[in-house]
């Protein structure tokens, strides 16, 4: 229940966790991290009961490396279906 915020973290955390989540009542925001991949793969619906600056449900952006090189390049949001604001 409520928001799911994933920020600053880096690339060898184990985020296998993330795997459980199946639905997110407010919103999803996904910011300043290193990791490639975002195991969100059972996430199915975010309500958007509340909104990322009272606009977006889903926000994601500035994923990548300190080195320079790519971040995050896969998102694992395959049974997304639905995205409510």
Not at 44 to 71: M, S
């Amino acid at each position: 229940m409520g928001n799911l915020e994933i920020t600053s973290i880096d690339r060898s955390r184990d985020l296998s966790f993330l795997r459980s989540i199946r639905e997110v009542t407010g919103y999803v925001l996904v910011a300043l991290n290193q990791f490639d991949y975002l195991p969100l793969e059972n996430l199915r619906i975010i309500r958007g009961t509340r909104l990322y600056e009272d606009r977006y449900a889903l926000a994601i952006f500035l994923n990548y490396r300190k080195d320079g090189h790519f971040g995050l390049r896969q998102l694992g949001l395959k049974n997304l279906t639905a995205v409510y604001s």
